[in-house]
Every structure is written in C-alpha cells, then in structure tokens.
C-alpha cells in the first residue's frame, strides 16, 4: 500500500480544469518519451474524452514540450463495453468522435488499441483474453514482467465511486493475477465488459482522475472524507497509489470535502 496521498486539485470550471491537464499529461508524455520513446497510455469513457480533446486540442505555446506528439502515443482502454466499435456505447467509439478524429495530422496520428469487436457476441472472458495478450504484444510477454505499466492511466469516477468497470463490493477488486478481467454483471448498463484489473492501475507510472459536477460532491466526500468510503474503488487507486494519483476536479464536485486541495500544479 502506499503510504503517501493523492493530490486533487481544484479549478473553477471544466475549461480552466482542461487547461491544467494539458500540462499534466504533456510532461507525462515527455518523461515517458524519455524513458522509451513511446507514451503508453490507457482512457476510460463518460465524460473524460471530452475533457481530453478540450485539453490536448487547445492552442499550445509552439515548444516541443507543449506539443502532443501523438505519432508516439498508443492508445489503450481501461475499460470497455463489449459491443460493435461503431456502438455509441463504445468508448473507443467515442473518444474516435471526440478527439482522434479532430487531431491535426500535423501532431501525428496515434496507435490505438481496440477490443476485437469481432468477439463481441463471444463468452466476455474470450474479448479480455484477447485484450490482455495485445497488452503483451506492446509491453513485453505475461511471464517475463509480472503487470505493465503504463506511463498514465487517465480515469473517471462514477456516483457509486467505480472506476474503469471496478464496482463498488465486486469481486473483480480482489482480482491479482489477470492484467484485463471480464465482468458479465456490470451493474451499469451494458452488462458485458472487460476492464483493467485493480493491481494493473496502481502499477501505472502516473494515474490521473477527472471528476466535475455537483452530482459527484457526495461521493467524493465518501472517498476523501469517509472511513466507510475506504472500501469504494476510486478510493482503493488513491490508497494502492498514492502520490501517483492527481485529481482534477471542478469546485462544484468537491463542495464540502475536507481533504485538502490545491489551485494549481
């Protein structure tokens, strides 16, 4: 467990808030381009893509370090819903709409890893199989590194406290070994789906959550506040990570949370 805590941050309005991730991810993407010339990064759904291409579309300064190279990212899911690619419940389907489809074929075009949608009407167990071998193919073969570790890992969080398809008392969480479970039982809608186990987003270099909204203001204080919110997954990334996690955040999600927060990075 770590032992240090997560830094949440707070901004006025989801714009001011997608101006503070950019830099954040951009020198995510510069350290790991260091590290091995590639930035591996897993995204969720609901709302993050469109934060993401408000943050990554916007205007840089024209340096190098304030400029996505998206010809070196590959693209990863930390969830998905097993459905057809071109489903509007997929989110591949809609971070493509939200935000590969806008980016200038000046900044380069990234490697994006789907699911095989071609697996869609299989056992949900044979589309995470299938997952979690790409996942070798890019970081190196199951048995020669016990879990990958992506340079970020960017995250929403529901009103129940779930994160990627972890739900709250599911026994997904005590999953250990699987890089990519398979959840039949999601109970959001839809019911099948694959999802990034609980020891592979702890690993991550970097784990960033985006939550905005007065409707998250409850949950949040669960998660930050409440002993009994200890147990909700959003709160089991902040307690196995630590100073790895930042959460970004709009005032209205955070009304009333004790946890101290910052203005800025």
């Not at 024209?62 to 419940?89: M, N, Y």
């Not at 609980?198 to 506040?225: C, E, R, S, W």
Request: proline letters at 8%.
């Amino acid at each position: 467990m770590a032992a240090s805590a997560p830094q949440l941050y707070s901004f006025p309005d989801s714009g001011s808030l997608a101006q503070q991730l950019r830099p954040y991810i951009l020198r995510s993407q510069n350290a790991a381009l260091k590290r091995h010339d590639t930035f591996r990064v897993a995204v969720s759904g609901g709302s993050l893509p469109v934060v993401l291409a408000k943050a990554l579309l916007a205007p840089g300064d024209g340096s190098q370090e304030d400029t996505p190279q998206f010809s070196k990212w590959e693209i990863f899911f930390a969830d998905e819903r097993i459905v057809p690619l071109t489903h509007e419940d997929s989110n591949y389907y809609l971070i493509k709409n939200e935000l590969l489809n806008k980016i200038p074929s000046e900044l380069g075009t990234p490697s994006v890893h789907p699911i095989d949608d071609t697996l869609v009407n299989q056992d949900p167990q044979e589309v995470a199989d299938a997952y979690q071998e790409d996942l070798m193919r890019s970081f190196a073969a199951k048995d020669s590194v016990k879990l990958p570790v992506f340079d970020l890992i960017l995250l929403g969080c529901g009103p129940d406290g779930h994160t990627c398809s972890l739900f709250p008392g599911h026994d997904l969480l005590r999953e250990k070994d699987a890089w990519v479970a398979a959840l039949s039982d999601s109970p959001k809608p839809p019911p099948k789906r694959i999802t990034l186990t609980l020891p592979v987003v702890t690993h991550a270099y970097n784990i960033a959550f985006v939550a905005t909204g007065g409707g998250k203001k409850d949950i949040m204080k669960q998660i930050f506040d409440a002993e009994e919110g200890r147990s909700l997954p959003c709160a089991l990334v902040n307690q196995g990570a630590g100073e790895k996690v930042s959460w970004f955040t709009d005032h209205p999600a955070i009304d009333g949370v004790s946890f101290p927060r910052r203005g800025s990075l």
